[in-house]
């Protein structure tokens, strides 16, 4: 069943044309990557999906819901429905509040755990699961590492269960020894938890490692779309060719 589903959505900025008739779709539980270099439009596209910028025409759907003109209990699902993860934890994590707050504050806003005690067991096993140490749930994010942020990030969307979680170049920021580990955390949680995730980033190989359909993006206009081993294997477009060019492939099996 398609879970999101862009279809011909275009947006002009006076003049730029952001999005040229964008068509995406991501399946429940399918893992899709969206990528292209800076300025092809992935945040203009992500701002659509989240209703911050309105498209000039075109539709988006999630589940049967016309996210475009969602009403006001529409919107209260999508938002608990679909989780995002950013590129800088640093500047999305309020660094004034605890691990403990800032993993329990979804299950709070959309009342899933009505108990202290029971929010306090969720996080505890939200922190195990994405392998951080839950006696460290006292601790505010500035202690942790870059990589650590990111584990709270994704305990803190993953916390009231959502179906879609929206990776916007989640791992950028990141040493790159680091980025493989939350790339396989992502990778495991969507396996363990059965999750749609739509990864954006302006590197192929980061994304080739966790999406098994590729969505390429250039100047506004979805150049290429098709399974992981096609976009590898045989890429259609000059402009895939580049990116593949510019990028050591991250799997041998794709290479061969
Ligand atoms: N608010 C805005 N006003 C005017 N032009 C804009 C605005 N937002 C984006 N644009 C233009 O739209 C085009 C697409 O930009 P967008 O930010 O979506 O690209 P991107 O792929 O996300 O790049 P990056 O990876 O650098 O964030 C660019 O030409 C950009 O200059």
Same mark, same amino acid.
């Given at each position: ?12 900025? *006076? ?39 309105? /498209? ?83 601790? *505010? ?9 990111? *584990? ?82 045989? /890429? ?21």
């Amino acid at each position: 069943m398609t879970l999101l589903d862009v279809r011909a959505v275009t947006k002009d900025f *006076r003049g730029t044309r952001a999005l040229r008739a964008v068509d995406l779709a991501v399946g429940e539980g399918e893992t899709v990557g969206l990528v292209g270099e800076s300025g092809s439009g992935k945040s203009t596209l992500l701002k659509c999906v989240l209703r911050l910028e309105r /498209p000039d025409s075109g539709e988006i759907r999630y589940d049967g819901i016309d996210v475009i003109r969602a009403d006001r209990a529409q919107r209260r699902r999508f938002r608990r429905e679909v989780q995002m993860v950013f590129q800088d934890p640093h500047a999305s994590l309020n660094p004034r509040m605890t691990v403990e707050q800032l993993v329990s504050e979804g299950m709070l806003v959309h009342g899933l755990e009505r108990s202290r005690a029971g929010r306090r067991d969720r996080v505890a096993e939200l922190l195990s699961m994405v392998g951080l140490d839950p006696s460290d749930m006292g601790r *505010r994010p500035g202690s942790f590492s870059g990589g650590q942020r990111q *584990r709270i990030a994704i305990a803190r969307a993953l916390a009231v269960r959502p179906r879609l979680l929206v990776c916007d170049e989640p791992v950028s920021a990141l040493d790159v020894s680091v980025q493989a580990q939350v790339i396989n955390l992502l990778a495991d949680m969507q396996a363990e938890l059965g999750l749609a995730v739509l990864f954006i980033a302006h590197d192929l190989a980061v994304v080739g490692h966790l999406c098994t359909r590729i969505a390429v993006i250039s100047r506004g206009e979805i150049v290429e779309s098709g399974p992981r081993e096609q976009v590898f294997g045989a /890429p259609r477009h000059e402009y895939t060719r580049a990116l593949l060019d510019a990028v050591p492939i991250p799997d041998p099996t794709i290479a061969r």
